[in-house]
């Protein structure tokens, strides 16, 4: 059984999730972000493209080809390869994204990341995967005697055509891997033999003590008898308070104490798990309500991201907001919709006129987690400042609808969040995402940006107009419709 440097970081996070997958296959979630995942895969493959270009006359392996096939490779002694493969005699593989041969014998990795800096925190710690690659090396008889990563630049603004050398930093890190390598040789030896043991404990993992943000698809496999409504979904637990029950078998909210110390809105949720019932603050919801402004403008964007800025003026990352849903609720309860696609990747000077004149400076603007189309907005001001008053009004003038169910409306049927997605279906379940070609904000963003960027895009354009445009009503829409219901709650 081999070891890929994948494998190696998901083993360093779980080594019961690694063994499943490599043990069990079948059993192995395939997990919910497959596109999500897909469109980091496309990003990185993007920006390996444009490292390739430090470095001419570099010569590319073909993408699958083995560790033999390298090997004849070498043998021709070229200065740089895109993609060598090795594998160790204890079958651990690594792919190499740029390995240059230096003059003493000794050999040069570079490692491609596609984040705008080196990550070393515990999840996620690029120095690891450069001691696994260097391991491989080594384990193959080649002296490493240099490391770097590449990563992207995060002060770099498209002007024009992309200039690698602009877009793109290259770090050595020799000196942290030292620090670091005999300890990750002795994790890749320990992960090898943990993969090859035929059974392992699979009534519980890890996690079981840990909260829900650690989980990963794989949780329910090694801990089948967690009930419905268990102590995981309440918000903002603590590791501690968790262990402490599940140490007590106590893994249901029912099954906690009274006694149990749990912050207000953690014992509003247990409560109305208890009860069955939401538990609801009339006085906070009618405040928070009666001091909107009208006209009340329900907004919501959806928004392109990518590794590799796509637009002049754009840096690494940033989003997009290629479309805009508004409803805008009068005082008189007269309901009116407006919304915007952009037709190419171009900056959404048009969407913000057309925006501006329809909202005027003027009410309250209402989204759902304020924060992100708060922060596009700030974008937008950078990029486009002749919007600057308009934009700023939006800001100043914006209420988040979610914060109501964060901690004046607790409904055990949320599950502890408070997420649209899940308040929706509680409070008007008339409204439903079920049905729509496209229902989530990951699947907006691939699906319009297929349709701009790809000349053999082969869907049917006004159809995926069309989905795109009910998908980002259907967000806004979703807003009026609790408005409406929590204003009948309160009168
Ligand atoms: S839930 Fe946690 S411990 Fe369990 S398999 Fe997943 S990551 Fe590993």
Redesign the pocket.
Known sequence: MFLTKTNFIQYL?????VW?LKNKPNEYPKGEFSLFLEKLIKEGYEVEEYAKRLFPNGINLPEKESPEYTKRKLEKKYKYYFQPAFKSPKGVFARIDILERLDVKTWHIYEIKSSTSIKKDKNNNHLMDVCFQKYVLQENGMKVSKSSIIHLNREYVKKGDIIPEELLQIENVNDELDELYSSVVNEINAATNFISKEVINQDV????W?TRS??????N???KKIPDYSIYEIGRISAKKVGLLVDNDQTSILDIPFDFVLNTNQQTQVESVRQEQPIINYDNIIRHLDGLEFPLHFIDYETYASAIPKLDGMSPHKHLPFQVSIHTLAEDGTLTHFEFLLETMEMPNAMLGAMQEFTGLDGTFISWHASFEIGRNNDLKEWLPEYNSYLNYVNEHMFDLETIFKKDYIDYRFHGSSSIKKVLPVIAPNLSYSELEVNNGTMALDTWGRMVLEEEFNDDIEQTRMNLFEYCKLDTLAMVEIYRALKILIA
């Open positions: 996070n779980c080594p019961e999730s499943l993992c890890s996690c079981r840990k650690n989980h990963c698809d794989s949780f496999y090694f801990n």
